[in-house]
């Protein structure tokens, strides 16, 4: 299942590099290696809410990955995380993929079903005589 979704982090954004500018916490925009579908993002952003840390997905965006510590030596730290919880929401993401198509699958067989059941009826109601 986990083969549906392969969205990893790809690297510090180029266009936005972190940097030292009189602050108490350093920016950091990792790059995702694929635009993210608005629900992955969704899913990421709330794989976060009991986390502690500040990191989000721009849903309308999907691409970036916008963070921020207060200590350099904390970098790696978050990115393992970052890079856990991507993993985590492919794996999601992907199942949630594989059940919406089996509801739908199932869905238009019901739906085949019943006109398949009122085409025998009209059928089996028809006149030769």
């Not at 969205?7 to 995702?32: A, H």
């Not at 502690?52 to 350099?72: F, H, I, K, L």
């Not at 993993?87 to 019901?110: C, G, H, M, P």
Request: glycine letters at 4%; a negative charge.
């Amino acid at each position: 299942m986990n083969d549906l979704v392969k969205v990893k982090v790809k690297g510090i954004d180029s266009k936005r590099r972190p940097c030292l500018v009189n602050k108490n916490y350093i920016d950091i925009i990792f790059e995702l290696s694929d635009k993210a579908d608005k629900d992955w993002c969704v899913l990421f952003n709330d794989s976060f809410t009991n986390s502690g840390a500040n990191v989000r997905v721009n849903p309308e965006e999907g691409q970036y990955v916008e963070t921020w510590v207060r200590d350099m030596e904390d970098i790696p730290e978050i990115l393992d995380l970052i890079k856990e919880h991507t993993s985590q929401t492919n794996f999601t993401y992907s199942d949630k993929l594989v059940q919406d198509d089996i509801k739908r699958k199932e869905a238009y067989n019901q739906v085949k079903s019943i006109a398949s059941e009122r085409l025998d009826k009209i059928l089996g109601d028809l006149n030769f005589d």
